[in-house]
């Protein structure tokens, strides 16, 4: 069974700084899809960022990149600039590519503090 | 606008009292599924369903059920709820199973 593993329980920042959650995952499948979601203090569920396997390429949006490290089995993700309106619970997670199930496996979660 | 919906957004109720939470998804997705988050633990997919009349066991299914007899509805029941049941409660939808899932608003269910 594949596992996530997001060994930051909390992580703080100063505005307009940078910073990069940690995200490690267990899986012996080759296609597979990460991703990072948001969860701020309204509970709401956001979709941050996804990352197809097959994808060398690590993906962007905006002032969110992360670092996709196949063969390390990680994936980090990093907020620029970072605002108050990023505080929020991050998770990663893993859904396989195939199968006959495609839910999401996710870590426990990061806390990101944006300090003033 | 598009949208998974969760009603009710919160619940406190008495054990062996059966409930239903609700969801509807108005985007036409085919692949609808239930997580529970809980402390600690993050988010655990309790059922899920790849199309109508098509639902499967997640990792936590003990003590709930689900129907989808129509695309856009997928709800949970708690035929006889405990509180080890307490907890947020997610509905998602992908268009199809290999899409993002979007979630629902959560539905913060006590039991006590």
């Known amino acids: 069974a594949q596992t996530v593993t997001q060994s930051q329980p909390e992580m703080s920042v100063q505005e307009a700084e940078t910073v990069t959650l940690s995200c490690t995952y267990d899986?012996?499948?080759?296609?597979?899809?990460l991703f990072w979601y948001k969860q701020p203090p309204s509970r709401q569920m956001i979709l941050v960022i996804r990352?197809?396997?097959?994808?060398?390429q690590n993906a962007t949006e905006n002032r969110f990149s992360v670092n996709f490290q196949k063969a390390a089995k990680s994936f980090s993700l990093k907020i620029s600039d970072s605002q108050l309106g990023d505080a929020a619970m991050y998770f990663c997670?893993?859904?396989?590519?195939?199968?006959?199930?495609?839910?999401?496996?996710f870590g426990k979660g990061t806390l990101l503090t944006v300090n003033p | 606008e598009a949208q998974v919906t969760q009603n009710p957004r919160y619940l406190i109720t008495v054990t062996g009292k059966k409930l239903t939470v609700t969801c509807s998804q108005n985007?036409?997705?085919?692949?609808m599924s239930w997580y529970r988050q809980d402390p600690g633990l993050g988010l655990r997919q309790i059922y899920y369903?790849?199309?109508?009349?098509?639902?499967d066991k997640g990792d936590v299914p003990e003590g709930y059920k689900v129907s989808r007899k129509e695309k856009r509805n997928f709800p949970l029941i708690l035929e006889s709820p405990s509180p080890n049941q307490t907890s947020l409660y997610f509905c998602?939808?992908?268009?199809?199973?290999?899409?993002?899932?979007?979630f629902g608003p959560g539905t913060r269910l006590t039991v006590t």
């Open positions: 998602a939808s992908s268009l199809h199973a290999l899409y993002e899932q979007y």
């Open positions: 899986t012996s499948e080759s296609d597979y899809y």
């Open positions: 990352q197809e396997a097959y994808k060398q």
């Open positions: 997670a893993y859904r396989s590519g195939g199968g006959s199930n495609y839910k999401l496996t």
């Open positions: 985007m036409n997705h085919e692949y």
């Open positions: 369903s790849m199309n109508v009349e098509v639902t």
